[in-house]
């Protein structure tokens, strides 16, 4: 207690004066293993999962607080195994898990005080953030905390100003201050009572704004971000802050992550910001969908993801790859499949993902590149390629150039400062990679 009341008045002291925000020592570190890690796993669990309509079922369907709280009723997961799900991300070459502790509907999955709607009051009555954290550290994977600013369920949400859970029924204006002390509450118990936390993953914070792409973005509402993130790095200094709220970058974050798209391409029409000098994530679903829905069969092909990781690594960022679990705690087949091709993948390919930045150029038709120190990685996806042309190429001499897979001599042509490189990709390949090696 005297520990907790000492960090509490430090937190009191650093958040009355909005300072700039200068990261710890141990935060620069944290960001720089961010950014080697390159893979996560990404998991969208809760009662939401039961309908099997996805995470924004409540939404989706008008489904009111009384109704939707019945969920609560029924959400038993007694097939769930916290040592077999984070084996299964360690199988697959992920380096850490982003795991759902308060999704916009409002149910906590760990034993919260500061709500009766979480999962001690389930059938199932056990903390799944412990059991999951706890897994995470046993086995040697970070933990990051998804954490929804939004809520549809309570009052206290100034929903009257936002832009969804119109259909959930409330009436009655809570008191905003309190809903600012509620979540400070619920971060205080998550940064406390779960060991390390290597990051919070904030959502939600578009629902007080105008639509992305709109000229002023400006959220109608006053979000607290300063004393919110103050209150983490204080807690935990080492802790890394992101906000999916589809913006630049705001004071006192880490990390900047971009929904369902790779930095600066905005296919999806959410990510209009450029990506800036922060660590980048891009995080991205299986199929199309987040939650459990039990309809959505468009499974990306191994292939393609491959193909999504090794671009993400070619811009830079790491790959955040999204699963949605069943309701009885299972995990579907055709996600661990898929996880499990991905890990033999980084057996042998990991070398040129792992501790790399992207590319001195980004990201190309034919494939991209990745670099660490004087090796760089070509990688060649597109399968009808016959021939890799790069010109302004930083190497002056280039010592050995060969095939990753299996040290296979490449034939190169480094002439007036452009690099020809013949190549000719599998059908069953998903990446051919080439390893120049610079000769100083």
């Known amino acids: 207690m005297k520990k907790l009341a000492t960090v509490l008045v430090c937190f009191i002291a650093f958040s009355s004066v909005k300072a700039q925000y200068t990261p710890t020592p141990q935060n620069l570190a944290a960001r720089q293993w961010f950014e080697d890690a390159r893979f996560g796993l990404f ?3 809760g009662p939401f999962s039961i309908p099997g309509d996805g995470e924004w079922v409540m939404n989706n369907r008008n489904i009111t607080v009384k109704n939707y709280t019945r969920l609560m009723d029924f959400f038993n997961p007694i097939d769930f195994d916290a040592a077999a799900w984070v084996a299964a991300a360690k199988n697959a070459g992920m380096k850490y898990i982003t795991l ?69 029924g409330r009436t009655v204006h809570g008191d905003w201050n309190n809903y600012i002390k509620f979540m400070e ?18 959502d939600g914070y578009w629902d007080q704004t105008e639509p992305e792409g709109a000229a002023d973005r400006t959220p109608r509402i006053d979000w607290h971000l300063d004393e919110i993130y103050a209150l983490i790095h204080t807690l935990q200094p ?23 798209d790779l930095p600066g391409e905005n296919k999806g029409g959410l990510n209009y910001q450029k990506p800036s000098g922060l660590p980048l994530e891009s995080c991205v679903t299986m199929n199309n969908s987040w939650g459990f829905n039990l309809t959505d069969t468009s499974y990306k092909t191994p292939k393609q993801l491959i193909n999504l990781l090794v671009r993400a690594s070619g811009y830079g960022a790491n790959l955040l790859l999204n699963i949605g679990p069943m309701p009885n705690g299972k995990i579907q087949p055709e996600f661990l499949e898929r996880m499990a091709y991905m890990g033999n993948w980084l057996t042998t390919y990991g070398e040129s993902i792992y501790g790399t930045k992207g590319g001195y ?29 790069l010109e302004n190429f930083p190497f002056k001499k280039i010592a050995r150039a060969y095939l990753l897979k299996d040290n296979t001599a490449v034939q190169i042509q480094l ?8 190549v000719s990709p599998a059908a069953d390949e998903a990446d051919k990679v080439i390893v120049l090696v610079n000769r100083k």
């Not at 916009?104 to 056990?126: E, L, R, V």
């Open 361 to 389: 150029i980004k990201p190309q038709a034919w494939g991209c590149i990745t670099q660490k120190g004087d090796t760089m990685f070509v990688h060649v996806l597109d399968e009808n390629a016959t021939l890799i042309h």
């Open 238 to 260: 080492q802790c890394l802050i992101g906000n999916n709220h589809h913006l630049s970058p705001l004071p006192g974050e880490d990390f900047q992550m971009f929904e369902q």
């Open 100 to 168: 759902i502790t308060r999704h916009h509907d409002g149910f906590s999955m760990w034993d919260t005080k500061a709500s009766d709607f979480n999962i001690m009051n389930s059938p199932y009555k056990k903390d799944i953030v412990k059991m999951i954290a706890d897994e995470c550290h046993k086995q040697g994977l970070k933990i990051f905390f998804y954490y929804s600013l939004l809520d549809w369920r309570r009052d206290d949400y100034s929903y009257w100003t936002g832009r969804t859970g119109k259909g959930a």
């Open 415 to 422: 002439s007036g400062g452009a690099l020809t490189i013949p």
């Open 185 to 202: 509450q619920q971060l205080t118990e998550l940064l406390t009572n779960y060991g390390e936390v290597a990051g919070i993953w904030f």
């Open 43 to 45: 998991i969208h669990w």
